[in-house]
């Protein structure tokens, strides 16, 4: 019998055992599991940081909720104080207390105040839930079985540190750090007992601010409760410490940041940009657009791209689209680092790089003479230079450092146009604004828009021999910008023989005294720098693009309205605050002064002088490549002529011809006047010594 009962109860406790380990396993799978959903949802709450490359803050984006959380532990004396207020026995319960619901309804009829009977456990765990709005019975339930659930898989220091980054303040805060930092101005190791007294009566009452009425109150009589007598008046922030959540650059880069988990990791994302850059350049931009030279000028941009080696990616560096984001006048507002403006002369090298590809060099011969060009929309169009002189005959060189406007259109159309449309768009991935077979020959002088930071990033090709590389904001994350398709990889534009020669030529500072001088605002205290200048008609826009080894610097300024600056020119107008950006980049050791390579430069003799140019040149065939075969120079086919009694009209070429209006010889040689004898249309017949009819010329004379 004794055996029997033994056998029995050893049975029993085994069948005890076994129901307790089938209500223990799913009990330990649901409290691993209610945990382990908490512990996520408190790393969703985290806001995401956005960190320039030295780690100072950018912006603290919103997290879901719409609020700003930054996980902080707070002062052992906030923390201490938070567990007197909120749950006093909170290092003794298992995330319930009985205790906390009587000292509650004591508080309430006591102090006259209504507190919930929640511990600190709880209330983490009704944030977490989102449960803030809506006190249901339900819910009530389900924040305990949370609230347990959490305290057997957290230690409680974790749990006090999860509630007090997590507890909302006000003002879109949630935490007792960032509150300290945003209310007072400092970290909560630096707050006062009253201070800290202040920013804890915000957890029951968030709505009011530290400098309210209420909030004194409240504040008053949680001192006494904690032993803290000493309130001191709220004095405040500076309105730049309520900003602190976003430094100024956020205003050009908002679009261009990407916060994706492909691009940021966790809730912080690192950007390539320098806010200390950013900020001093800004400076130079508000410095010099608040001189009295600028007064006709309202707005500007400046982008700084940092160069890549060998298969690296470009970085950017910094980019400042307004003198000041946060002003309400001209346009402060816009961004115009990302808005398309027409870029004057600054495309002409990329016009010639072009026909370098096709043969030409440095010292081609180009015709600088006025002639008459058919455009699309059917009217005439007379290429003019800056000065209004013609030059008659100058090396591809001297058009280029010059930014000779009639040289630019004959390469144009050395190139093609056609063609140069199919480079735009399929090789350089460009959008142009409007249809490029609208632009004609005015792609030459500047007629195509596109934004600073775009041009910049194409400038890119020439210090880095040729290829368009991706441009980074963040690592591993191409840029995409806007009027272009994003590079996604290093694709080559030009041959390095191609950029080698454009850089030698944009560096000469000496050729190009002519229309720059021999002091202005292009020349650096170092040599190793290419730079060109545009300025779009009648002094809407002024351009300043420059490049070394290390970077590319694009200025531009202008005002936002289209409204026309005071004779601005490119060098005049942004070559001032690209000068001092480029110094700037210098004594910061962004740039380091060097030698652009010239591995395949050859110094070459011609007619017209020394030049350079490559070792396998044919040089009378690429010294002539471009020369205009046009036999006759004036009149122009289909001008209109204004009559006048008396006038005589010269027909000049540049061999002997004969000219007869219906068989009416009207003179022969290289020179020959004719004077009409009334308004009308003629059509005269050009010949050369053969007999051979070289032109038709149809001219209307009018009244």
């Not at 630019?408 to 991935?429: C, E, K």
Request: aromatic residues 10%.
């Amino acid at each position: 019998m004794e055996f029997s009962h033994k056998v029995s109860r050893n049975k029993g406790l085994r069948n005890a055992a076994l129901v307790m380990g089938i209500i223990a396993i799913p009990l330990l799978l649901y409290v691993a599991t209610a945990s382990d959903v908490l512990h996520k949802a408190y790393e969703q709450e985290v806001s995401t940081r956005i960190l320039d490359q030295n780690g100072d803050l950018l912006q603290i984006l919103p997290n879901s909720k719409g609020q700003y959380m930054i996980p902080g532990a707070g002062s052992s004396r906030v923390r201490e104080l938070v567990v007197q207020k909120e749950d006093k026995y909170f290092f003794y319960h298992l995330g319930i207390n009985p205790v906390s619901i009587f000292r509650s309804i004591y508080r309430s009829f006591v102090y006259g105040e209504r507190g919930g009977g929640s511990t600190i456990t709880q209330q983490l765990v009704k944030n977490l839930l989102h449960h803030e709005n809506e006190r249901t019975i339900k819910n009530k339930i389900i924040e305990t079985l949370y609230a347990i659930a959490i305290e057997l898989n957290t230690p409680k220091e974790d749990i006090l540190t999860m509630y007090v980054s997590t507890a909302y303040v006000g003002d879109q805060i949630e935490g007792l750090e960032m509150g300290a930092e945003h209310y007072f101005g400092k970290g909560t190791s630096d707050l006062t007992d009253g201070e800290i007294v202040r920013l804890l009566a915000l957890l029951s009452a968030p709505s009011f601010q530290p400098s309210s009425a209420g909030n004194t109150a409240r504040a008053m009589n949680l001192g006494k409760r904690l032993g803290v007598y000493n309130i001191p008046e709220y004095i405040g922030v500076p309105r730049d410490r309520l900003d602190a959540k976003k430094d100024a650059a956020i205003f050009e880069l908002r679009t261009l940041i990407s916060t994706s988990t492909s691009a940021c990791a966790s809730s912080l994302c690192i950007v390539n940009v320098d806010l200390k850059l950013t900020a001093l350049i800004r400076e130079i931009v508000r410095d010099t657009l608040g001189t009295k030279q600028f007064d006709s000028v309202t707005n500007a941009a400046v982008a700084v791209i940092k160069l890549g080696k060998d298969s690296e990616p470009n970085t950017l560096l910094a980019l400042v689209g307004s003198p000041n984001p946060y002003g309400g006048n001209n346009g402060n507002q816009i961004n115009m680092a990302l808005e398309p403006r027409p870029i004057g002369s600054t495309w002409k090298p990329f016009i010639y790089g072009t026909a370098i590809e096709k043969g030409a060099r440095p010292y081609s011969i180009i015709d600088d003479t006025e002639y008459r060009y058919e455009i699309g929309t059917g009217f005439a169009f007379y290429p003019k230079n800056y000065d209004g002189i013609y030059r008659g005959n100058v090396t591809l060189h001297y058009a280029i450092s010059n930014s000779l406007n009639v040289p630019a259109v004959r390469a144009l159309q050395f190139d093609d146009i056609h063609d140069f449309g199919i480079f735009l768009n399929d090789g350089l991935g460009f959008k142009t604004l409007q249809s490029y077979d609208s632009y004609q020959l005015s792609v030459a002088l500047g007629g195509l828009e596109m934004n600073p930071l775009l041009l910049a990033n194409y400038f890119t090709i020439f210090p880095r021999h040729g290829i368009l590389a991706p441009l980074e904001l963040q690592a591993e994350h191409a840029l995409d910008i806007p009027m272009s398709i994003p590079v996604m990889e290093p694709r080559r534009i030009f041959r390095a023989t191609t950029t080698e020669l454009m850089t030698k030529m944009l560096s000469d500072r000496l050729l190009g005294v002519e229309q720059f001088g021999l002091t202005s605002n292009l020349n650096l205290p170092f040599s190793s720098y290419a730079v060109k200048t545009g300025t779009s008609y009648d002094y809407h826009d002024s351009w300043t693009v420059g490049y070394t080894p290390d970077a590319v610097v694009v200025v531009w300024i202008g005002n936002s309205n289209n409204s026309p600056m005071d004779f601005l020119t490119g060098s005049r107008g942004a070559g001032k605050i690209w000068h001092d950006v480029m110094t700037l980049l210098v004594a910061r050791g962004d740039i380091i002064p060097q030698s652009f390579e010239e591995r395949y430069l050859v110094p070459i003799e011609t007619p017209e002088g020394r030049s350079f140019g490559l070792a396998d040149d044919d040089v009378e065939f690429s010294r002539l490549i471009m020369k205009d075969k046009q036999i006759i120079l004036e009149p122009h086919d289909r001008d209109i002529i204004q009559f006048t009694h008396g006038m005589s009209i010269p027909f000049r070429a540049t061999a002997k011809l004969s000219y007869d209006l219906n068989g009416k010889a009207l003179g022969t040689g290289l020179k020959v006047y004719w004077t009409p004898e009334g308004p009308g249309d003629y059509v005269i017949r050009a010949t050369n010594e053969s007999g051979k009819i070289i032109s038709v010329i149809h001219l209307s004379i009018v009244e």
